[in-house]
Each structure stands twice: as structure tokens, then as C-alpha cells.
């Protein structure tokens, strides 16, 4: 008995297909693919706006064709022996000049030459008079129009311009015809745009798609591991966009890989640094001990150099301790409320004289101003503008630091005026980095960094307003109290 079930599919011959319509589809959907697809329906639109006016054109020179034939057929008429041509000879002309009637007008008379009358629907078209939007038109209606109809033509015969000639023909001829120039031109436009497509793909293959690709997966490696590098891109000599966005790719992979030496480093120092101010705090904890017996000594010579020995292992303690706190991953989230301007700064310098050394103190800041701040980081800010300023005046006879305030554009600006020698130019531009050299004796660089950070995490900011031989202004920019 035979088996009438349809034999299996092939599971290797499904997942082929399978395999096949997805690289297929990927191809499509990529890049070249979706830029050859582009072209070739560009170039197809280009052609299909170039087709309706030649089709128009077309149909215009064959109506033309056919009216200069019965033309030259009712003058052979004319010409003919007998004052009446036979029906056989009728047909003769009209089937040689493919028309079914010729007529002309001249004078005002119309006067039917060759043909009788027409069984059908007839259609007008007047060659002496039409625009290009009908005769396009005309030539669409042509392409879809019903079988049996007629086309009564009117002319102007180029040997006798006084006169019209008007010709009956039967569409059915045109429209093969028409038909027959439609197909020509849409494979001539099938093969001119894959030729195009294909070119202009190629082309931007090499010029710019194959370019991009190396420069997508040189991303994606160097993305990877950043810091191998064998990942490295290698720009080409290329002098266009290409060429400068791989030299782009390429100093940006250098300033990257630069930067996580850096960080290596940095990473590094940070922990010697740790070691080092652990170890040192513990010297000086010992040293200051000492320093503070000798400043106690009934010797007035050996009192002032304890003195000056314990302000100088403060400057050390303080060192050590601003470096570990600048090397915090982060501070602490500020938690703003509304603080008195004027005991803030009272405060903070009760504090930075207790450890500097007290001078002229003169706080002008109205007592009803308040600021809205975190009172630590406040505290902190202050501080650290103080000892930076009383150490610009350190040993003057006549050290002067002035606070005063004002309020702008909602905010309120403290100003701090010390009368130290200035802040030199070449100073100035990195005053806020940390670590940098700020001109005065026994800074350590930090304090002006970490006061900027502060307040720019309350929303406000630290900057320098002026310096001259006469002295420094900074000034302190925060937020006003919803009261003040």
C-alpha cells in the first residue's frame, strides 16, 4: 500500500531558509543596505517624473504622425482621376494613413474629405492649442481608457496654414503603442537606476560606510578596555571629515588612556599620602608638646620661639589634616537652613585666630541678613577665607580683616578684605586649583579649594573680586533667606 503523506521537511533545509531571510534582512537594514534601497528608489522617482512628459510627448507626435498621413491622403484624393473617388480607393488611402475619416476646415466651411461616419465614443484633441499638464493628462486617460473609443484629431497642415485639417483615428492603435513606450522606458529606468544604485552604493561603500564601520568597532574595542593600548585606533592620512574624526577618535583614545595613568598614579600617591600624614600627625602630636613647654618658659627670648614653633607645627597639623580631607571620595550632603550672616562670620574667626593669631577685627555685616547654608560647610567656608587671608598679613604690625555684605539679584555677597601684599598674577589663574601656590607663607593650597566646593554645593560660589598692593577681596556669593 502506498504512502500518501507528503514526504518531511528537512530540518537543515528550513534553517537555511531560515538563515538566508535573516541575512537577508539584515542586510536591508543596514546601512549600505538601506542607502542602495534609497538610490534606486530615487532614481525611480526621478524616472516616473521624467516618464509622464515623454509619455505626453509620445502621444503628441503620434497624433501628429497620423494627421500629417491623412493630410498627404486627402490631397492624394484630391488628385485623383474623376471628380469622385471609389469606395475602394477611399479605403486604400485610409487603411495606408491608418485613420478612419479626414475632413478640413477653410473659410468657415467644414467639409468631410475621405470616411464616413463614426460608431463610438470620440474624444477631442486639439494639436493647435495644448498645454503640457493636459497633454499629460490625456496621455494617462489613453493608457487607461476603455476599448472602442475614437480620437477626432484637429491639425494645422504644415503646406496650408489658412486651413485645419480634422482626423478620426482609432485609440485602440495608440494606446498599444503607448503601452509598448511605457515598458521600454520603465525597464530602461529599472536598469539605469540599478546601475546608478549600484555605483553610487559601491562608492560610498569605500568612501564612507566601510570608514565609519572601523571607526564603530574601534570604539566598541577601545570601550571595552580602555586602558589596553593595542586597542588604539590608527588614523588614516585622509584630509576630509573621515580623516579628522579619526584623528579625533585617536587623541581622544590618548587623553583617555593619559588620564587613567593619571589615575593610577594619583591612586597611588594617595595612599603614601595616607601613610605619610598618619605617621607625621603622630611626629608632630610629639612635637607639639614640646613647643607648647617652651612657649610656657619664663625666658621671654625662648617663649617667643615656642610660639613661633607652635604656630609652625599647627601650619603642619593643619596640612595633614586639610590633605585628608580633600581626599575624601565626597562631603557630606549639604542640609541648608537659615543662618545668621553676621555670628557665622563671628564664629569662623574666633576660630582662625585662636590658631593664627588675633588682628583688627571689623564685621559690618548687618545683623538682620540671613543666608540660607549649611552651618558646618558655612563654618568651613569662612574659615578657610580667613586663613588664607591671615596668612597673607602674617607678621604685619597692623593686620586688618573687614567682612561686610550686600544683597544681589536675590543673593547675598559677603566681601573679605585683608590689607596683605596682594595676590600675584601668575598666581591668580590656578588660586582655586588644590595643591597650587598660593603667595603666602605657610598655605598649603587647599583652603580656597575646598571653600570653593562647599559653597558651590550650597548653590553659591567663591571668587576673587580684586587684588592689589593694598591687599585681596574675595567674595562669597549664597543663597538669601526666605526672612533676610
Known amino acids: 500500500m502506498m504512502d500518501s503523506r507528503p514526504p518531511p521537511v528537512r530540518i537543515g533545509t528550513v534553517q537555511r531558509s531560515r538563515a538566508a531571510l535573516s541575512a537577508v534582512r539584515r542586510a536591508a537594514t543596514s546601512l549600505p543596505g538601506k542607502l542602495l534601497g534609497l538610490t534606486v528608489g530615487f532614481v525611480l522617482l526621478a524616472e516616473i517624473l521624467i516618464f509622464l512628459p515623454s509619455a505626453a510627448a509620445f502621444r503628441t507626435e503620434w497624433l501628429q504622425d497620423r494627421a500629417q498621413s491623412a493630410h498627404l491622403a486627402a490631397i492624394a484624393a484630391e488628385n485623383a482621376a474623376g471628380a469622385m473617388p471609389s469606395e475602394d480607393m477611399v479605403m486604400e488611402l485610409l487603411d495606408g494613413a491608418d485613420v478612419v475619416a479626414v475632413g478640413r476646415v477653410y473659410g468657415g466651411v467644414n467639409e468631410l474629405v475621405l470616411g464616413g461616419d463614426v460608431q463610438g465614443e470620440l474624444v477631442r484633441a486639439d494639436l493647435t492649442d495644448t498645454s503640457l499638464f493636459e497633454s499629460i493628462r490625456a496621455a494617462c486617460a489613453t493608457l487607461l481608457a476603455p476599448r472602442g473609443r475614437f480620437i477626432n484629431i484637429w491639425a494645422m497642415p504644415e503646406t496650408r496654414p489658412d486651413e485645419r485639417i480634422s482626423v478620426i483615428v482609432r485609440e485602440e492603435p495608440l494606446r498599444e503603442a503607448l503601452i509598448a513606450f511605457s515598458l521600454r522606458i520603465a525597464g530602461l529606468s529599472i536598469f539605469i537606476s540599478l546601475v546608478t544604485g549600484s555605483l553610487i552604493y559601491v562608492s560610498l561603500l569605500y568612501l564612507l560606510v566601510r570608514p565609519m564601520r572601523r571607526l564603530a568597532r574601534a570604539m566598541t574595542a577601545f570601550q571595552e578596555d580602555p586602558a589596553d593600548p593595542a586597542r588604539n585606533y590608527i588614523a588614516s592620512a585622509r584630509s576630509d571629515e573621515i580623516g579628522d574624526s579619526e584623528r579625533a577618535l585617536a587623541a581622544m583614545q590618548a587623553d583617555v588612556q593619559m588620564a587613567f595613568r593619571q589615575r593610577e598614579h594619583l591612586a597611588a600617591l594617595g595612599g603614601a599620602v595616607a601613610k605619610i ?67 557665622a562670620a563671628d564664629d569662623a574667626a574666633g576660630d582662625a585666630f585662636a590658631a593664627l593669631g588675633p588682628v583688627d577685627w571689623r564685621n559690618t555685616i548687618a545683623a538682620d541678613i540671613r543666608v540660607s547654608a549649611d552651618p558646618d560647610h558655612l563654618h ?51 588660586l582655586f586649583q588644590p595643591f597650587s601656590v598660593t603667595g603666602s607663607s605657610g598655605g598649603t593650597g587647599l583652603g580656597l579649594s575646598i571653600a570653593r566646593e562647599l559653597a558651590r554645593a550650597l548653590g553659591g560660589d567663591v571668587s576673587l573680586a580684586r587684588s592689589n598692593d593694598s591687599g585681596s577681596v574675595f567674595e562669597l556669593a549664597l543663597r538669601r533667606g526666605a526672612s533676610g
Not at 557630606?332 to 543662618?339: F, I
Open 277 to 343: 600624614n598618619h605617621d607625621l600627625r603622630n611626629v608632630l602630636s610629639s612635637a607639639q608638646l614640646i613647643s607648647d613647654r617652651l612657649a610656657a618658659n619664663s625666658d621671654a627670648r625662648v617663649a617667643a620661639m615656642g610660639a613661633r614653633l607652635v604656630r609652625a607645627i599647627d601650619r603642619g597639623v593643619r596640612l595633614c589634616t586639610e590633605t585628608l580631607e580633600y581626599g575624601r571620595s565626597r562631603e557630606r550632603e549639604a542640609e541648608p537652613v537659615e543662618v545668621c550672616l553676621r555670628d
Open 380 to 430: 568651613r567656608i569662612f574659615l578657610n577665607l580667613f586663613r588664607n587671608s591671615l596668612q597673607a598679613m602674617d607678621s604685619q604690625p597692623d593686620a586688618c580683616l573687614r567682612v561686610s555684605a550686600r544683597e544681589e539679584d536675590g543673593r547675598v555677597v559677603t566681601e573679605i578684605h585683608d590689607i596683605g601684599p596682594g595676590i600675584p598674577a601668575r598666581v591668580r589663574e590656578t
